[in-house]
Structure formats: C-alpha cells, structure tokens
C-alpha cells in the first residue's frame, strides 16, 4: 500500500495523471490536491470521484501551514507534483502570481515532504513535473538535452526554473530523493482554452478570428497528454533518483502551419467547404519575449526506460477535435465568466 499526493490534478495533465494512478494501481490510495484556480475543473475527473482509492483535497499549495499539516495526517509515500500557474501570456501581466504558486508553493511541499521523511527515504520519491520552457529558446536547429543550460526568456519559464533548481538543491542539500522531467507542448482532451489548441478549436466553433501572434513561424513539439501520463508514471516508478529525463513529441510544428492543419480537419468534421476556417486567421501582436523554438531530444528517457510516444499526431488531433466535439457543455461552462474578461483584455 502507497499513499501518494498528486498535485493539480484537477487540471489539464494532472487530470489524465491522477485517473490513469487511479485506475492502474487499486492497491494505492490516491490523493489529490488542487486549489480548484480558473484551471482546476473537477469535471475532468467526474467519472473517478467515487474509487475507493481516491480522495480529493481542496487547498492550496501557498498555505504552508496546511501543507505541513496535510502532509503529517497522510504521511504520503510520494509526491507528483503538476499544481502551477501554467498559461506564459497570464505570467507576463501577473508575474507575482506564478511566482506564489510555482516556487512557494513547490518549496512548501519540499519542505513537507523534508519533515515528514526526516531522513528516512527508503521508498519515498518527490517527482516534480516541469517544462522544456526553463532551456529558453533554440535558433532554427539543435535540440534541448538534459544538459542543456537554464535559460528561461519567460516570468513562467523562470519560475518553473527556480522551483527546478529548488528540488535540485533539496536533493543535494538534504539528501531528499527527487526525480524531475521536462516535457514540451502537451495537447488533448481537457486543455483549457487559453492554450493555443483548444482555443482555435472554440475560435472555429464560435466563427471568431483565430489570433496568431507575430508572423507564425514560431515552433512547438506537440506530445498528446496521455503519451505524457504514461512517461510520467514510467518515470515516478523507474526514474532513477536525483536524474533528469526530457520528454517529447519529437514532432515538431510552426505556428502557422499547425493552424492551417486545425483547419482543415475542423472543416471537415463540420462539414464546412475546405477553407471556411482558414478565413478566420489573423495575425495579431506578437507575445513579448516570445520563444523562437522549443524542440526536445527524448533520446534518455528512450533509452533508460523505454517510453516513446505512441500516439501520431494525426491520430491525437483527431481524438483531440472529436473529444471538443463530444463535450461541448464542458467547453460553454469553461468559458462562460472570467474566460470572458481574461479573453477580451488578451487580445483586444
Ligand atoms: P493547468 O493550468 O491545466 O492545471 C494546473 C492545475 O493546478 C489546476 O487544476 C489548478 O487549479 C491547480 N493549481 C494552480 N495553482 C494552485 C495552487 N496554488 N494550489 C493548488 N493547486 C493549484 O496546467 P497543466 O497544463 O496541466 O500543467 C501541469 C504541470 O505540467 C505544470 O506544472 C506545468 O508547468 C507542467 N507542464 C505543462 C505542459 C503543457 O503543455 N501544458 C508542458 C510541460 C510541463
Ligand atoms: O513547452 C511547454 C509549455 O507549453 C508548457 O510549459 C506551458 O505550460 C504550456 O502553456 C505551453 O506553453 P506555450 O506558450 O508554448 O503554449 P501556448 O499554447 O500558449 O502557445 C503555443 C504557441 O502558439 C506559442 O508559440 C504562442 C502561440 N500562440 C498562442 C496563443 C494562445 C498564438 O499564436 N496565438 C494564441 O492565441
């Protein structure tokens, strides 16, 4: 019997992480803690909330003394860590926010996991979820490496960074026995529109402009979210400790022309004349400080333990369209209130 803390697992990844723990392993009590922000939804979850094996947690990871005390009532076995403001464009005009939630927050549960343990780490793992944003950005060719240095261009990407460098320092400092990945863009079911994916994707439903910053020729390598589950449990299971893995799509994308493919697979699931959705593109001002390219070598994480991705990105997009598609009450009530306000002050 484990006792392991996912944290935001009401979000977007975390969601797919917590369902995927709870169903493949009865045998661990699952508990997940999510302060339920603008990106915490408990309906990603709906159809595991009465598993035995699971609880769910309202809080948030700032509060230290609620963390402590949480920690010492369940004395958890393991951490995975995935709670953090995530969105860049909402770092750049609230730095202070991800700030609070991404190191604080993380230094909290560092600190728990540190009193609770108290030296004693036989069998005991801190698995702290972060981004390939932290390396900044590549020119037009290269690939980030696990060696790769720190860089980060964005408040977000630096944020996640020092809440790295953090769980690095735990490790050396006291011992503490971490594991830590770096993933590039995921995408799929459950992605909170502010992201660039299910946003085209709610644009096209709504006939609104699909705002694409700058020129478009900015480049992301897109992993569906469950190939992303399953690296994680691989890795909060077989990771070796205080190591490092990247993970990736090893599919790279510009900007642009993962528009114009949206487009056409939405034209065709609506049954629209090819280039109705194409009409809707408009290139507005750029994202400030925006990195060029991201682009991940997954070639450890392969190697050491086994995981590619198993999803092509045909197959995930249209798993990804079909489930927007399917779920449509999901996609109002997201952004129905404060999606409003955030999207008009955005791209107005
Ligand atoms: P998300 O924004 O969809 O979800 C974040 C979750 O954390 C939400 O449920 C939210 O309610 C919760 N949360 C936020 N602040 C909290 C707080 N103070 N206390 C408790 N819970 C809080 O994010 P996501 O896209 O699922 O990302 C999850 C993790 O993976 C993040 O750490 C992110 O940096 C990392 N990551 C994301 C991607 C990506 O493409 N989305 C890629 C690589 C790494
Ligand atoms: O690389 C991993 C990161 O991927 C994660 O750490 C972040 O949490 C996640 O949000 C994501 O960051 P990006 O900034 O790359 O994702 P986003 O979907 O916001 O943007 C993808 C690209 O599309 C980026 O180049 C900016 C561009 N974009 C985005 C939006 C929202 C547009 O052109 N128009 C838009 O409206």
Redesign the pocket.
């Known amino acids: 019997m484990k006792k392991i803390l996912i944290t935001g697992g009401a979000g977007f990844i975390g969601s797919h992480v917590v369902r995927r723990m709870v169903q493949k392993y009865p045998n661990y009590q699952i508990v997940n803690l999510d302060a339920l922000t603008y990106a915490g939804n408990l309906e990603n979850i709906a159809d595991i909330e009465h598993e035995p094996n699971y609880t769910f947690v309202k809080g948030d990871i700032v509060d230290a003394d609620f963390i402590s005390a949480l920690f010492r009532t369940h004395q958890f076995d393991g951490v995975i860590h995935l709670a953090a403001e995530?969105?860049?464009?909402r770092s750049i005009t609230d730095p202070l926010a991800f700030v609070k939630t991404n190191v604080i927050g993380t230094m909290n549960l560092l600190n728990a996991a540190k009193e609770i343990w108290k030296g004693n780490f036989e069998g005991k793992r801190f698995y702290h979820i972060s981004?390939?944003?932290v390396y900044g950005t590549l020119g037009a060719t290269g690939l980030f490496t696990e060696t790769t240095p720190y860089d980060p261009n964005s408040p977000?990407?630096a944020s996640?960074a020092s809440s790295d460098h953090f769980v690095r320092a735990y490790g050396e400092t006291y011992g503490l026995p971490y594991v830590i990945t770096n993933?590039?863009?995921?995408y799929g079911p459950n992605h909170f529109p502010?992201?660039?994916?299910p946003?085209l994707i709610n644009n096209i439903l709504q006939n609104k402009p699909l705002?694409?910053?700058?020129d478009?020729k900015?480049t992301?390598d897109w992993l569906f979210v469950k190939d992303h589950a399953v690296a994680i449990d691989l890795v909060f299971h077989e990771g070796k400790n205080h190591e490092t893995y990247n993970i990736g799509g090893f599919n790279e994308w510009q900007?642009i022309d993962l528009v114009r493919l949206l487009c056409r697979k939405m034209d065709s699931k609506l049954n629209q004349t090819e280039g109705t959705a194409e009409q809707l593109i408009t290139f507005?001002k750029d994202?400030p400080g925006?990195?060029l390219r991201?682009a991940i070598d997954a070639t450890k994480i392969n190697r050491e333990l086994g995981w590619k991705p198993s999803v092509t990105f045909e197959e995930g997009l249209e798993q990804t369209i079909d489930w927007y598609l399917q779920n449509k009450t999901w996609l109002e009530n997201v952004t129905s209130g404060s999606y409003q306000k955030y999207y008009e002050k955005q791209?107005q």
């Open positions: 995530s969105h860049v464009d981004t390939d944003e977000y990407s996640k993933c590039s863009n995921n502010e992201k660039l994916i946003l705002p694409v910053y700058g478009g900015y992301r900007n507005v994202r925006h990195d991201y791209y």
